[in-house]
């Protein structure tokens, strides 16, 4: 229920919490994926891939069942995110539909971003390889990321340029 008040609070088209249960995709999303994430820790790879293929399939939404995902993400018009099976995301982050966080196909072990505490990714954003954004970080529509971001920063731009440092409340 806090989730959802959490939902309702980010988002101010959000009407309601029957509204959020019944029309928002991230909420059909966080449910499965704590399943198929619990899944995956038992080692059971290819049920816990199945339930999130099932769910990319109805909502768009793409997340590997071995990312780590904090309290609170917010995925707002969520068509399209990727989010890879090392990623480490973070309390209270928002992302946006079309971003990615991936991998560039050169590392092995970890080749995910981790994404800290507070962090908001706007639509379009791809952020690759195995680089930390740090707490309360706001990365720009279309940015491209390849290195590590400090805390309290503005991203944009396709080189992912800092343009000022930022004070987040939340």
């Not at 209270?92 to 991936?102: E, S």
């Not at 590590?148 to 987040?168: A, E, H, L, R």
Request: glycine share 10%; hydrophobic share 40%; charged share 20%.
């Amino acid at each position: 229920m806090k989730y959802l008040k959490y939902l309702k609070e980010m988002d101010p088209a959000s009407k309601s919490i029957i509204q959020i249960i019944l029309t928002y995709p991230i909420v059909k999303v966080m449910f499965w994926y704590r399943i198929a994430h619990f899944l995956y820790l038992k080692k059971l790879y290819l049920i816990s891939s199945i339930i999130m293929y099932r769910v990319r399939r109805k909502t768009g939404i793409e997340i590997h069942p071995g990312a780590q995902i904090g309290k609170n993400l917010f995925i707002d018009h969520g068509m399209g995110v990727v989010i890879g099976e090392t990623t480490i995301i973070g309390n209270n982050c928002t992302i946006y539909q079309g971003a990615v966080l991936g991998g560039t196909g050169k590392e092995k072990g970890k080749r995910h971003p981790t994404i800290k505490d507070n962090v908001l990714i706007g639509a379009g954003a791809i952020i690759l390889g195995n680089i930390t954004i740090h707490d309360n970080v706001k990365i720009g529509a279309n940015a491209v990321v390849l290195s590590d971001v400090p805390k309290n920063v503005t991203i944009v731009g396709p080189k992912g340029t800092i343009i000022k440092k930022t004070i987040y409340n939340q």
